[in-house]
């Protein structure tokens, strides 16, 4: 225990196992496999001068400036929602907390297609657009599940001595919520920097990234090479953003005063009447592709009609599907009730093993905490593809050959959805203030009795809801699931992609009715964790 | 060490407690063989049942994207193979997996009946299995509605007449958008096919990234009712497209096909070669190959097994197919992307 820079006690013990399961998997799952496939690319040279091309520079300059421009419309979208879900008291705002969630588990290739069609040659604003898309719930679930526990007094009291609401929302408010905007920026821009059906489809053959690149170079050239470059950048790019913000977290980091939503919210007033306007707005541009395809699901050439519904219990045009749409549904939830498990095990482990790391006193602990975390992140910001053909080259070495076993879905959805976990409890376990563990303390109480009493329900809102987020990640995650499923058990979006993906009018109806199904499924999903949040939490 | 069984056993731990799905892994039967293949294999449960009732042995399907991507898997698993037979490495993709070794030698009995035909290899390690022809699609209706002459040739859809109206995939990311980029080599060889395409570009092509896109969205005579009449896609295309008066709205432009052969053989290092010549044997067998148009969209590459009735009509076998030899594709294929971009200025 070297590395915690003090003699081993119980507490280094501790850390040690809580280590144990989050690095093994992050080793054996993403870092041995990726490490694998960009080894084989350095195997014959090249990388260095597939570096030097100017071509290279031109996708990563591309790559960056679309994920930051992303980005920065979902989190200006996000920020009036999760004010809404976090402060307003208006009849309708659980709703909102439900449908917000809906566009994230839609596949790429359906909503690409529904931009597409909304807006034929939309260009590099298109793909912005889709991106932030997806993402508004990002910054919204993040952001309000912060601001929800916030002490508005701090805030109350400076428009009492005069500040304008505005004033005091970016004086008080938003350096406090800080934490959980950057933390969401960060995982939105590496969805972003990721994004490859939005690309591939909104770019048409004009607008490249490296993620696309990387896909053509491994899957279709074989490139292994000039993938591992273009890898390294993709790597690089993601660290970058990475450390820039922990930059702006760290500035901003220190402990908040948390109260329950339930003495924070209330009816809107005066100018806040403005901020829940641009909440419905942006859910009203939300929900029109959306609509789009609800609607495309019960109309025909020929008119009105419910067949792609009824396709549902078959399996497409001359058995397009192996199973019927209902057992693709199941598989869906099988799958990522698995995926969330495992997920929430890890990510929650880690994020108490960080906030320790970074609360001990020795400074080598919290470098080794800094690098934990974005290593943690890294897997969102590395290409589906290179990770999918990191384990056809690795993972036989394991007992058992887990390359074509139907349990590596469920383990490379866990590596997309932990990072989002750590993101979404970590800001509030690390928000808590420690005193209130010492007072507790020092009033007799033993450790288990502190965690039990201060941090399970200060932080079980944030894990609750991370659980709830990171099932819907699940359940629409299509990057790595449509490399490993198997055509016996595909998930609702792999089971998609296949539909569209060959003629007929059937096919193409079955789509989008199963398109409307997985809206459902995620909304279902989505409103028993959030009830299961409310039964939990509410008391204290 | 203590640390890695700890690793081991938390996984182990997590695993056997989180995953419901460890139920349907039904792998290592002495019996199974697994088939890898491309994700448009389909086939019916009936006749996969009945060759299990013949021969005892189990078909484990095992899907790895397209056929490239198929390809590729095979070449970088090719020293511990992640199955025993694979279906799908199409005439564009032949020779990296020849070159690199990942087929075994197998002569199959049923490959006299048609298949050779096709023969890529002398050593007999890739069988036919079916053809899978890239045409240009249009929609009759279109040109009937504004009286406008259906175009016939690759020339034709660079005739001012027809601006605007034709869609393609982009040759980088699609495998039919590959296939007509080959094509157009073939037509116009290697000094004039960027010619052709800066023609093309000049009247008004539009790139789509894929098939459903151009297919599906762009092109007019779909269930997406798009604004282009003009599309790459396949010859059985228009099999899918029957009206309710069972003629056909669609039609395949049958001098501008390119022909892909898809081919399956044993990989090398299977531990159950023999088992896995009994599935390439099936794979070309009447039964299944009488199913390969209704399922995969694909014409048999098996002499004598009639098509569908509706494909006779709409989607007949193109007579007079483009093609280029395999290793010529292999040498030139990373070239002409690339070559295709620059003159499409993308």
């Known amino acids: 225990m070297a590395l915690l ?15 144990v399961l989050p690095l093994g998997f992050l080793v054996v799952f993403f870092a041995w496999p990726v490490g694998a496939i960009l080894r084989l690319g350095f195997v014959d040279g090249g990388v260095v001068a597939a570096l030097a091309e100017g071509e290279t520079w031109r996708l990563a300059w591309f790559t960056v400036a679309q994920a930051a421009g992303s980005t920065l419309v979902a989190v200006l979208a996000g920020m009036p929602v999760a004010f809404v879900l976090a402060r307003v008291r208006l009849p309708g705002v659980a709703v909102v907390r439900t449908l917000l969630l809906v566009p994230f588990v839609l596949p790429t290739v359906v909503v690409g297609l529904a931009f597409r069609a909304l807006w034929p040659d939309g260009g590099w604003l298109s793909i912005v657009l889709a991106n932030a898309f997806f993402n508004v719930a990002v910054v919204g679930r993040t952001v309000s599940g912060l601001w929800a526990l916030l002490d508005s007094r701090a805030e109350d009291a400076a428009r009492a001595l005069g500040a304008s609401r505005w004033r005091a929302f ?16 960060a995982v939105v821009f590496l969805f972003c920097a990721t994004s490859f059906g939005v690309v591939l489809i909104l770019g048409g053959a004009r607008y490249r990234t490296l993620e696309t690149e990387i896909y053509l170079r491994t899957e279709n050239l074989l490139d292994l090479t000039g993938a591992a470059a273009l890898s390294l950048v993709q790597i690089a790019a993601v660290l970058g953003a990475l450390v820039l913000g922990a930059a702006a977290r760290r500035r901003r980091e220190g402990a908040l005063r948390l109260r329950s939503r339930r003495e924070t919210a209330h009816r809107p007033s005066g100018g806040e009447w403005t901020v829940v306007g641009a909440a419905v707005v942006v859910l009203g541009l939300l929900l029109t592709p959306i609509a789009a395809l609800l609607l495309r699901s019960v109309s025909t050439p020929d008119g009105w009609s419910l067949d792609g519904y009824r396709a549902l219990s078959g399996t497409g045009n001359d058995g397009t599907l192996q199973v019927s749409g209902w057992e693709a549904a199941m598989n869906s939830l099988r799958t990522a009730t698995d995926a969330t498990v495992l997920a929430m095990i890890i990510g929650v482990s880690a994020s108490v093993l960080l906030v320790a790391l970074r609360r001990s006193p020795g400074r080598l602990a919290r470098g080794v905490g800094e690098s934990m975390d974005a290593a943690l992140m890294l897997p969102l910001g590395v290409s589906a593809v290179t990770v999918g053909f990191g384990y056809l080259i690795t993972l036989d070495a394991l007992p058992g050959d887990l390359r074509t076993s139907p349990l590596l879905v469920p383990l490379a959805q866990a590596l997309v959805v932990i990072p989002l976990v750590v993101r979404t409890v970590l800001p509030v376990v690390r928000s808590i203030d420690d005193r209130l563990r010492q007072a507790a303390a020092t009033l007799g109480a033993s450790p288990a009795r502190v965690w039990r009493e201060i941090d399970v329900p200060l932080t079980s809102r944030a894990v609750v809801a991370a659980a709830g987020f990171g099932y819907v990640v699940a359940l629409g995650e299509f990057g790595a699931t449509s490399f490993l499923a198997r055509p016996q058990s595909p998930t609702l979006p792999v089971a998609i992609a296949s539909l569209i993906a060959r003629p007929g009018q059937l096919n193409s109806q079955m789509a989008y009715a199963a398109c409307a199904l997985l809206m459902l499924v995620t909304a279902a999903a989505v409103i028993v964790i959030d009830r299961l949040a409310a039964g939990r939490v509410g008391e204290f | 060490m203590r640390f890695r069984i700890g690793v081991l056993a938390g996984l182990v731990a997590v695993l056997t407690a989180g995953c419901t799905l460890a139920g349907d892994n039904a792998e290592d039967g002495a019996s199974t063989v697994t088939l890898v293949t491309h994700d448009s294999f389909a086939a019916p449960q009936q006749v996969l049942d009945a060759f299990e009732q013949q021969t005892g042995i189990t078909i484990n399907v095992v899907k790895q994207g397209d056929a490239g991507a198929l390809t590729n898997t095979l070449v970088l698993t090719k020293a511990n193979p992640i199955g025993d037979v694979a279906f799908g490495v199409d005439s564009t993709f032949a020779s990296r997996a020849l070159s690199e070794g990942v087929f075994a030698p197998y002569t199959s009995p049923e490959a006299d009946r048609g298949p050779q035909r096709y023969a890529v290899d002398s050593e007999h390690r890739l069988s036919a299995v079916d053809l899978g022809d890239v045409c240009v699609n249009i929609d009759a209706g279109w040109f009937a509605e504004h009286g406008l002459p259906e175009p016939v040739t690759y020339d034709d859809l660079a005739d001012p007449r027809y601006r605007d109206l034709l869609v393609v995939e982009n040759p980088a990311t699609s495998s039919p958008g590959l296939a007509f980029l080959l094509g157009t080599v073939a037509r116009y060889g290697e000094q004039g096919w960027q010619d052709y395409w800066t023609r093309l570009k000049d009247n008004g092509v539009r790139v789509s990234a894929g098939w459903e896109e151009a297919y599906g969205q762009d092109f007019s005579g779909s269930s997406g009712q798009g604004p282009r009449p003009i599309v790459v896609s396949y010859a059985s295309s228009p099999a899918a497209e029957i009206g309710d008066d069972g003629k ?8 501008t096909c390119y022909r892909q052969v898809e081919y399956a ?12 010549g009994k ?11 009488a199913t390969v148009p209704d399922n995969m969209y694909v014409y048999p590459a098996r002499a004598g097994v009639a098509l569908p009735q509706t494909w006779t009509v709409a989607a ?19 070239r002409w992307i690339e070559q295709w971009r620059s003159s499409l200025g993308q």
């Open chain 2, 248 to 255: 056909p709205r669609t039609k395949a432009l049958l001098d």
């Open chain 1, 170 to 185: 970016r004086t008080v408010t938003l350096p406090a919520l800080m934490p959980a905007v950057t933390s969401a920026a």
């Open chain 2, 265 to 276: 053989g044993v990989l090398a290092g299977s531990p159950n070669a023999d088992k896995a």
């Open chain 2, 316 to 334: 007949p076998l193109p007579p007079d197919p483009a093609s280029l030899p395999a290793d010529v594709v292999q040498a030139g294929r990373e």
């Open chain 2, 279 to 289: 599935v390439v044997d099936f794979l070309l067998s009447q039964q299944f190959q």
């Open chain 1, 5 to 19: 820079a003090r003699p081993v006690s119980r507490t280094g013990l501790g850390l040690a196992a809580l280590a």
